[in-house]
């Protein structure tokens, strides 16, 4: 299969091999392999038995072999971490890539490696990537702050939006045909709940509650119900509990993997914003893996009908939209060296669902909202927001699923996703 270039290769076409180690990290099936070994002369994938053992005999091979060098699934082998830590304090030209799934597992200490191998989280496909549209509006032209004009048109509409939620942005399974791509992505979940978190450390007891509490929690997308409450959800009717130490070693460990990518609650610096939330909107590393849990296909979604996702499968699939976008907005405020969290009020009198913030502190608002049309009221926190922040912010953006992107008399820019890229 051919490599299709992807938006975090930019960045990586500027660090490596200038800085002397290079760590991706992210959730199973995101690409990373593909994405690393193109720029190795030696892979050692200690996903293969017969190359782990070779290594754990021999950790001299690692600083051996022709450079760049790549070692994929470290993790499976954690000295290696610390062996590539010492070659670079000797070597500062040295060449390493590593990647990994999961975290170390609990009771191994390594050293963080700060300040010699630099550390990159890679995600699925953002919507750029999938070949869907030719992007016309860029973010990190949104992050300049001069407002200009935005245009483009696309034909892309809400069909191929819910397509493209559950086909997935896993590379190696959101191209089989629909029965085997489903068989494919709860065999994902199943591999997560029985084999990931086990090879990480952890124990699960109880893998049917886990699932249920993936499933409440898949619920929750793009929402920041308290922890008690998914755990409420995912238990009804259930006698035997799990403990909430239990489910809170569960998340916590999920979120080490990548399968969790919850949104945190953003904190503005020197802004006149007092008394938001904390809590964080939740997010599967995927839309197509809550969709999945849910049993739901593209018909459910499409006529909001659909008995086990609470709230209304109609409402929730604004929900699942909202985390496409934001599964996309991830990748591309990487790209422009941003970070992204959600805005609410402690009194949820005032939010926004996304606000992407660079390194000078430039900020860009941005709702998600399932429609083709935008109304004044769909805007009314952005331009409330415009008037707290002033210069600060740098953009107010609606992304939705209409067919044009233009800018509205009040300075917002209305944006398909689809049109939207880094």
């Avoid at 500027?14 to 994405?35: D, I, M, Q």
Wanted: hydrophobic share 45%; charged share 20%.
């Amino acid at each position: 299969m051919s490599y299709s270039r992807r938006v975090i290769d930019s960045h990586l076409d500027e660090l490596f091999p200038g800085v002397p180690a290079l760590a991706l990290e992210g959730a199973k099936g995101v690409g990373k392999t593909a994405t690393a070994s193109r720029r190795a002369a030696t892979v050692i994938d200690l996903d293969d038995p017969a190359q782990l053992q070779a290594l754990a005999a021999n950790l001299d091979w690692v600083g051996q072999a022709q450079r760049p060098v790549f070692v994929d699934e470290w993790q499976l082998h954690p000295p290696v971490w610390d062996r590539i830590r010492r070659l670079v304090d000797r070597d500062p030209a040295s060449a390493f890539l590593l990647a990994g799934s999961a975290g170390v597992a609990p009771g191994i200490r390594l050293h963080t490696g700060a300040g010699r191998i630099v550390r990159m989280v890679m995600r699925p496909l953002a919507i750029s990537e999938r070949g869907m549209e030719t992007p016309s509006v860029s973010l990190k032209e949104l992050l300049s702050g001069t407002r200009g004009p935005v245009a483009g048109k696309t034909d892309v509409a809400l069909p191929q939006y819910v397509d493209e939620l559950l086909r997935s942005g896993f590379p190696g399974m959101r191209n089989a045909p629909l029965r085997q791509r489903t068989v494919q992505l709860s065999s994902y979940v199943d591999r997560m709940v029985e084999h990931e978190l086990t090879d990480s450390g952890v124990t699960v007891r109880r893998p049917g509650s886990l699932r249920s509490w993936l499933l409440a929690y898949g619920a929750a997308t793009a929402t920041d119900a308290s922890y008690s409450t998914i755990l409420a959800a995912a238990t009804a009717g259930t006698p035997d509990k799990p403990s909430r130490a239990t489910v809170d070693a569960y998340r916590e460990h999920l979120q080490r993997i990548f399968v969790l990518d919850p949104v945190p609650a953003w904190t503005p610096a020197f802004a006149p914003l007092r008394r938001l939330t904390k809590k964080p909107k939740h997010h599967l590393v995927d839309p197509a893996l809550a969709a999945n849990l849910a049993g739901v296909d593209e018909r459910a979604l499409l006529n909001g009908g659909n008995s086990r996702v609470t709230p209304a499968a109609g409402t929730w699939l604004g929900a699942l939209f909202e985390s496409l976008v934001t599964q996309s907005v991830r990748v591309y405020a990487g790209a422009a060296d941003a970070t992204i969290g959600h805005m609410r009020s402690a009194d949820t009198s005032r939010e926004v669902d996304l606000i992407v913030e660079d390194r000078s502190l430039a900020t860009v608002a941005i709702e998600v909202k399932l429609s083709q049309t935008v109304s004044d009221a769909d805007v009314r926190h952005l331009n409330w927001l415009d008037e707290q922040l002033g210069n600060r912010l740098a953009d107010k953006v609606i992304i939705n699923t209409g067919p044009h992107a233009y800018r509205r008399a009040d300075g917002v820019a209305v944006i398909p996703l689809a049109l939207l890229g880094p």
